[in-house]
């Protein structure tokens, strides 16, 4: 309702989250058949990553049109309280994830919990835009933000679609 990029982008990232979790229970019921297992690996990080992928096309499209059009989005204070409930939250719940992927051994499950820390990453991004705009009036703060929260969302979007396993990194 806002008119915000950023926060846009966060709410369709929060979307892609709930997608993420989704495909990780589903990589978690292909243990009962280990033949199906490193199928269900690919599958889901490859879900995740096209979902990244689109989302970071979005917001690039869309923050750089705002900009463009000079498109003035409206103060959210709802926005900055969920956002910064978000940078405390995500983290705790990232290292949580972080622990059980590396306990299963399981790259998509890795990579949900990246998309987690992400998700506090572009928490504190959104915050940042949301202040500027709401605090300073500076309306160009919010597609500034989204566009810092795309090269993060492309890169992990690339690595899901290449299928590179975030367990190399943290288990």
Not at 15 to 20: C, G, P, S
Not at 108 to 116: D, F, I, V
């Amino acid at each position: 309702l806002a008119g915000s990029i950023a926060l846009t982008g966060f709410g369709l990232d929060s979307l892609i989250e709930v997608t993420a979790s989704l495909t990780a229970v589903w990589r978690l019921r292909a243990d009962a058949r280990p033949d199906r297992r490193e199928h269900a690996e690919r599958v889901s990080q490859r879900i995740i990553g096209v979902l990244f992928l689109a989302l970071a096309l979005y917001i690039g499209v869309d923050a750089a049109l705002t900009l463009f059009r000079r498109e003035e989005p409206s103060e959210s204070i709802v926005g900055i309280v969920i956002a910064t409930l978000s940078v405390v939250v995500m983290p705790l719940l990232a290292r949580a994830k972080r622990r059980i992927a590396r306990q299963l051994g399981s790259g998509a499950l890795a990579a949900e919990s990246k998309q987690t820390s992400l998700c506090a990453y572009l928490s504190a991004i959104l915050l940042i835009g949301l202040i500027l705009n709401a605090t300073l009036g500076w309306w160009w703060g919010d597609p500034l933000a989204g566009l810092a929260m795309v090269p993060l969302i492309a890169r992990e979007g690339i690595d899901g679609v290449r299928g590179r396993s975030a367990c190399d990194e943290c288990c």
